[in-house]
């Protein structure tokens, strides 16, 4: 995904918080909701992982502000913001009746 965003392939990307969340927890811990995105072992603590990047994000204010901080050097949502995508057709996050807010991108 990242090489046709990087490529000029995407003009938009639509999609649920968790595409931001799941990236950004990648890109910062190597997990995905606590299991190794390299092995599939679970990871001692790993759980926690998910949380901790949600806050990274609120702590910087936003992905764009965590990509400026050099906290976050890669996945979709860097090459997404790096693209400026979200400048000429936004990329959106879209939350369902369940969720009461979206993560701030």
């Known amino acids: 995904m990242c090489r046709l965003i990087d490529g000029g392939y995407l003009h938009g990307l639509l999609a649920g918080?968790?595409?931001a969340v799941h990236d950004v927890e990648s890109r910062l811990y190597g997990t995905s909701l606590g299991?190794?995105?390299?092995?599939?072992?679970?990871?001692?603590?790993?759980?926690?992982?998910h949380l901790r990047a949600i806050n990274e994000v609120r702590r910087a204010g936003s992905i764009a502000n965590l990509i400026a901080a050099g906290r976050l050097d890669g996945g979709v949502m860097h090459s997404t913001i790096r693209a400026g995508i979200r400048g000429r057709s936004p990329a959106r996050s879209?939350?369902?009746?369940?969720?009461?807010?979206?993560?701030?991108?």
């Open 94 to 105: 879209v939350t369902t009746v369940r969720c009461r807010r979206r993560s701030p991108t």
């Open 35 to 49: 299991i190794h995105a390299g092995s599939g072992d679970s990871i001692e603590g790993g759980h926690s992982h």
């Open 17 to 19: 918080n968790a595409l």
